[in-house]
């Protein structure tokens, strides 16, 4: 900020231009006391005409060892040799003032960063009377902005350099104000493509017009982040599913600056999940076959845990097996199950109710001690369903049932 050198500058420029007056000795002794800017006066030639104790601060020469030498000796010699001293000279000659930082030398050598104005000072006549200089030390605040741009610099090659994420920034409004190769690698379009337009156009149509996008940039807003997976678009119009999160940006004052979305390409680990969950199933329908132990007698054995999905698929199968062997007893072996909880009890009888209703007797085998105390505990109603503790005594009830009572069945 040049605001307090400037309005300095304005002062001495006011004081210059008038006739002396009571209070000028006033306002020179406040100058000459102002210890964090170094403020003087050069002449038409740009040869120091005064000295403060900021400037002695600041640069290290007192007033003797610079008064009536050329300002331009505060320059690092490659400025004096472009002729920076006299650019400012001529500029605030013709403009009034000249305002700049740059690098400025002390007594002892040292370099620092420094802020300055330098203004024209006119009698009023118009006539130039001189310069009026005032220089701030900035090396400090300006090393720290210096060392965060380098920051930001290498935060930028490291987001820039990343291939296996989509990570781009977007505004309060949701529109893209940055694009990093992985965003480009993983949604095809290159960064002049999608600066400026609103990051809605990755959703599919059915989540735009649902309002995801939006709610994304809400939920980010007022929780701190916002996660999803879901289906988004390629530049190209293909589907890909795609972790994203969401999270928002706020300056130092808290006040929201936008957002940052960082995505990555799930299509092959679903695809993955999806074989291996395919797979599973697989192993599951073998693991469970509907045998005909008999004419007209049908064992299922159930094996591993029961949950609505696949007591869904056990059931079709099993219907499908009573209609095409026509049969009359279906024995269901639950000895395989290692719990029997409300959950399998319920899908166990609507298992027992479609075979009923296909013409069918159901027999319910391998019920150990344990489960029959967890079904009487758990006040679960068997109705008419016949139970029996292994299959060798369900089979010889099921073959009893469908008319086969001499035939003697072997040992478990």
């Known amino acids: 900020m040049l605001g307090p050198s400037m309005e300095i500058s304005r002062i001495a420029e006011r004081y210059a231009a008038r006739a002396p007056e009571p209070g000028d000795d006033q306002f020179r002794l406040l100058v000459s006391s102002v210890t964090d800017y170094a403020i003087y006066l050069l002449d038409p030639g740009g040869r120091i005409a005064s000295w403060n104790a900021g400037a002695e601060r600041i640069k290290g020469y007192r007033a003797g060892e610079v008064v009536g030498r050329h300002f331009s000796m505060f320059y690092v010699p490659e400025d004096r040799a472009d002729g920076k001293p006299e650019r400012a000279l001529a500029a605030a000659m013709r403009d009034g003032r000249f305002e700049g930082q740059g690098w400025r030398v002390r007594r002892d050598g040292t370099r620092f960063w420094a802020e300055v104005v330098l203004t024209a000072l006119r009698d009023a006549g118009g006539e130039l009377k001189g310069f009026a200089k005032v220089t701030r030390d900035i090396h400090e605040r300006h090393a720290a902005e210096e060392r965060l741009r380098e920051s930001e610099r290498r935060f930028r090659m490291l987001v820039q350099g990343v291939t296996d994420y989509a990570i781009y920034m977007l505004s309060p409004g949701g529109e893209i104000s940055s694009w990093n190769a992985g965003a480009q690698r993983i949604k095809g379009y290159a960064e002049r493509e999608v600066l400026g337009r609103n990051f809605a156009m990755f959703f599919t149509a059915e989540d735009r017009a649902a309002g995801k996008p939006e ?119 639950v000895s395989g199950v290692p719990a029997v909880d409300t959950e399998v009890a319920q899908h166990l009888l609507k298992t027992v109710e479609a075979a009923r209703l296909m013409g069918a007797v159901s027999v319910l085998s391998g019920v150990r001690p344990e489960t029959a105390q967890a079904i009487v505990h758990l006040g679960i109603d068997l109705g008419s369903l016949r139970s029996r503790s292994n299959l060798k005594e369900a089979l010889q009830l099921a073959l009893s049932i469908v008319g086969a009572t001499t035939v003697a069945v072997s040992g478990d």
């Open 215 to 333: 709610r994304a940039l809400e939920t980010a807003r007022s929780t701190g982040r916002f996660a999803d997976e879901g289906w988004r678009l390629r530049k190209d119009g293909s589907r890909f599913w795609a972790s994203t999160i969401v999270s928002p940006i706020n300056n130092e004052t808290g006040e929201l600056i936008g957002f940052v979305s960082v995505g990555r390409d799930l299509s092959e680990k679903r695809a993955q999940e999806q074989l291996v969950q395919r797979q599973q199933e697989e192993i599951l329908e073998l693991s469970t076959p509907v045998i005909q132990v008999w004419d007209k007698v049908l064992v299922l054995p159930i094996i591993g845990t029961l949950d609505s999905a696949r007591a869904a698929r056990l059931t079709e199968g099993l219907l499908e097996r009573i209609a095409a062997e026509q049969a009359e007893v279906a024995i269901l072996d």
